[in-house]
């Protein structure tokens, strides 16, 4: 069972951040019983480098960034449950966009 955001708030938040809005899915529990979607909108370069300065020397610190930065709803209850606050940054750093290069020919 998910507990899913409303429709008028996502209709609503989807005119402030356009295609930047992400669903994310969150187990509850272990057994991922139930499930919890947030939205969060894409980390911006600002927030990548704050989270990227942090990574190596204060892990929590970086994920507190991405969290607290990016979540547009459920942010409380989301800081306030470790499963929860594990998952979701986990997720919001895979949101950070990168995009492959590659070489050419000189």
């Known amino acids: 069972m998910i507990k899913k955001v409303s429709e008028e708030v996502k209709t609503s938040l989807k005119k402030e951040y ?3 809005l992400k669903s994310l899915i969150l187990p509850m529990d ?6 919890l979607e947030v939205l969060a909108v894409v ?3 600002n927030v990548v480098g704050q989270y990227l300065k942090y990574i190596q020397q204060d892990p929590k ?8 930065a990016c979540l547009v709803t459920n942010k409380e209850e989301v800081i306030a449950d470790d499963g929860l606050f594990y998952a979701s940054a986990s997720l919001i ?3 950070i966009p990168i995009r492959q290069g590659k ?3 000189v």
């Open 30 to 35: 272990d057994d991922a019983t139930e499930e």
């Open 61 to 68: 610190k970086a994920q507190e960034i991405l969290v607290k």
């Open 93 to 95: 750093a895979e949101l």
């Open 43 to 45: 980390p911006s370069r």
């Open 18 to 20: 356009g295609d930047k």
């Open 103 to 105: 070489f050419g020919t």
